[in-house]
C-alpha cells in the first residue's frame, strides 16, 4: 500500500511539475512542422483534424525501448490487451478486439508498415530506425475502409536520403536484456537511387520466473528484424519506393500464474512468435498538372504460432489430481493488395477551380490457414472421475476485398475546407475446415465522411466532422445453435469537432477534440452455456447482441518553454457504454465496455543543454476499465513514470533510462473463471505489465 501511495505522489509531482516548468520558462523557436505519412495526400498535421497523434523519431526514441507497446501508455484514447506476450490487439476510443479469433480475421484498427499491411498481427511492431508513427483515431470509412473501424496505426520506417549516413545502437539492461542493431544508407549508382537498410536484434528474459522448471526466461523475448528500402527517382515526374521486411518474433509465453504474480509454476510453457515477410512497391507519377498517379502495391506471408500452459500448473501442484492441459495454434497468413490512386494537379481542380479530388480503387486477397489443437486429461481419484480432451482442428479462410473511394476537397471561401469521402466495399469469402463446415458470406459496406474545416487566423483552425466506418460479418466455429452460426456486419458512427491552435509565437501547439461514437449492430464476444449447469459446455461466440456509444475528449499540448525545455501533455477522457446488450447471461445495458478506460493521462519533458547533457521524464496515469463483457471484474488505476538522462554529442549519445521507475503492479489482461481443483472456484486471474526495467543505450550515428 505504500508504494502504491508513493507511486501515485511521484507521479502527481512529475505531472504538477510539467505546468510549474511551463509558466515559469522564456520562449523559444517554434516546433517543427510534421507531415502525416498516413494522409492519402501527405499533408501537415495543421491541415488535417486534430485526432491524429503523430510521434516522430525523436519520441519514439526517448520514449521506448523496443516495441509499439511501450509507446501506447501515451497516445490518448488508446489501450491494448495482453492476450499475448507483444500488443496485438489494439483498442482506439473503446473499440477493438480482446482477444484470439476463430474461423475469419476480422480487425477494428487498421495496422501498417510501410503500406505493408499487419492488421490484427502487430506483434512484429519492433522500433530500431523508425521515422515516424502516425495513430488515427476513429473510423476510416474513406481511407482503409472495414479493418479501420475503430482507427489506423501507420508506421514508417527511415526513409532513404541522398547523402550517406548510419548508426549502430548497442543498448542492456536488467533482465538479461541485450540488443544491437545497424543501420545504413545513402545513394546507390548515381544521385537518383537511394537505399537504406536497417537489422536489428533483441532478446531478454521476460521478466518471469518460472520455479517449477528452475528457468527465467520461459517468457523470453527474441526479436528480430530487418528492413530495406530503395527509393529510385526515375526522372523528374516519376518516383518508385521499395520497401521490404522481414521480421522474426520468436517469444516465449509464460504470462499468467495462480497467484496472479511473475513466478509461473507452468510444466509446458508456450509460445508467442511470428515469422513475416513482406514488400511494398509504390510508384508516383507526376507528368501532368491536371492529374498525378499513385500505385500501391503489397504482399506479406506470416506464419504465428500460440501455445501456452492452460492449466498454469505442474503435477506437484495440482496432486492428488492429475490436471494437465495444452493448447496450441497455428496460423499461416498471405496478403496481396493492389491500390490505385488518381489525384488533381493545379489544372485539375474541379468548380472553377476551386476543388481538389483523388478517385482510387483497392483489392486486396487474403489467404489463412489455422491449426489448433487442445490436448489434456482430468483425474480425481476422490470421486474416481476421468476427462481427457483431444480436440484438433483445421480450417482454411479466402476472402477477396475490391472497394471503390473517393475523396473532394471543396474550398469554401478563403478560409474554409469541406472535405467529402465516399468508399464502397465488397467482399466475398469462402472457409471450409475439418468439421466439414463450409462458408462463404458476402458483403457490401458503405463509408465515408463529411468534414469542414475552418481557418480563424494563421495560428488557429477549427473543424466539424461526421463520418462512418464499417465491419464487415461473419460465423461462429464450433456447437453454436444454428441461428448464432453468422452474425451481421457492424457500423460506427462518429461526430467530432475540435481546434488546433498555435500561440507563443509557435512555441504552444494545442490541439483538442471533442467525440460522439455511436455503434450500431455492435459485434459482442461472448459465452453461451449449451447444456444448464455443466461448466464443460461453454461455448464462446460472436453476436450482435449491442448497440453502444461513447462521448469523450482527447488534448495535446506541445510548449517549446525555452532553448533547452520542450514539455507536453497528452489527455483522453472517455465514456464507452453500452446502450442496449441483452444475452440469456446477462444484462449489461448501461455497462462500460471492455478496455474502455475512462481517463488516459501522459504529461512529461525533456530538457538539452548545449553542451549536450539531457534528460526526459514521463508519467502516465490509466483509469480502471472492465476486463471483459463475461464478468464484471475490472483492472486497478495505475500511474507510471519512465525517466531517462545522458549526453549527445555530434556523432554519439549515451543514455540510462528506466521504465516504470517505481515498480507499479498493473494489469494488461484479466479472466473469470475456475482453474483449480477440485472445486474450481471463480476467480480473477490477471497477467501483469512489465516491471521496472532499467538499462544503458548507446547510439553512433555515421
Known sequence: MYSKTLQGRLAAAALGS????????????????????????????????????????????QSAVQHFEELIQGLPNLNWSGDGHRARYL??????????YEGAPNPSVGFLIDDIDFSG???????????????????????????????LVYVQSTEPTDERAGRFQLSAGDDDMLS??????????????????????????????????QRDDTNGRSESAIRGKLKWQVNDDWAVHLSTLFSDIDDGYDAFAIDNSLTMQSDNPGKDAQRSVGAAIRSEWSGSDRVGFTSITSVADSDAIYSFDSDWGNADVWAPFTYDYESFSERQRTTISQEFRLTSGTDGRLFDDSSDWLLGVYVMRLDEDLTTLNVGDYVDPIYDFTLALNDRYRGHFEALTAALFGELDIDVGDAGLLTVGLRGERRSTDYNDSAALNLGPSES?????????????ERTSGFVGLSKGYKAGGFNLGAVPADRREFSGEQL???????????????????????????????????????????????FYTDNAASGRTVGLEAELNYQASETVELYLNAGLMRAEFDQFETPQVVLSGRDQAHAPRYTLAAGGVWQHPSGWFARIDATARDEFYFDVSHDQKSAAHELLNLRFGFNAERWSLQLWARNLTDET????????????????ETLYIRQGDPRHAGITFDMRF
Open 18 to 61: 510539467v505546468f510549474f516548468v511551463a509558466n515559469s520558462l522564456t520562449l523559444a523557436e517554434p516546433l517543427d512542422e510534421i507531415t502525416v505519412v498516413a494522409d492519402f495526400r501527405e499533408r501537415k498535421a495543421a491541415e488535417l483534424p486534430p485526432s491524429i497523434s503523430v510521434l516522430d523519431r525523436a519520441t519514439i526514441e
Open 91 to 100: 483498442q482506439i476510443r473503446g473499440v477493438g478486439e480482446l482477444e484470439q
Open 121 to 151: 498481427m502487430a506483434t512484429i511492431a519492433t522500433l530500431f530506425d523508425v521515422q515516424q508513427i502516425d495513430v488515427l483515431r476513429g473510423p476510416q470509412g474513406t481511407r482503409y475502409g472495414a479493418n479501420a473501424l475503430a482507427g
Open 180 to 213: 544491437a542493431g545497424l543501420a545504413f544508407g545513402g545513394p546507390l549508382a548515381g544521385d537518383n537511387l537511394q537505399y537504406r537498410i536497417a537489422a536489428q536484434h533483441h532478446k531478454s528474459n521476460g521478466f518471469r520466473d518460472n520455479a517449477y522448471l
Open 445 to 457: 459496406m458503405l463509408g465515408g465522411e463529411l468534414r469542414y474545416r475552418h481557418d480563424f487566423s
Open 493 to 539: 458512427w462518429a461526430a467530432e469537432m475540435g481546434i488546433r491552435s498555435r500561440l507563443l509565437g509557435d512555441a504552444l501547439r494545442v490541439s483538442t477534440v471533442l467525440f460522439y461514437n455511436k455503434r450500431v449492430d455492435q459485434q459482442v464476444r461472448t459465452s453461451f452455456q449449451l447444456v444448464p449447469n455443466d461448466p464443460t459446455s461453454f461455448i
Open 666 to 681: 498493473y494489469a494488461v489482461r484479466g479472466f473469470y473463471f475456475g482453474n483449480e481443483p477440485p472445486d474450481f472456484p
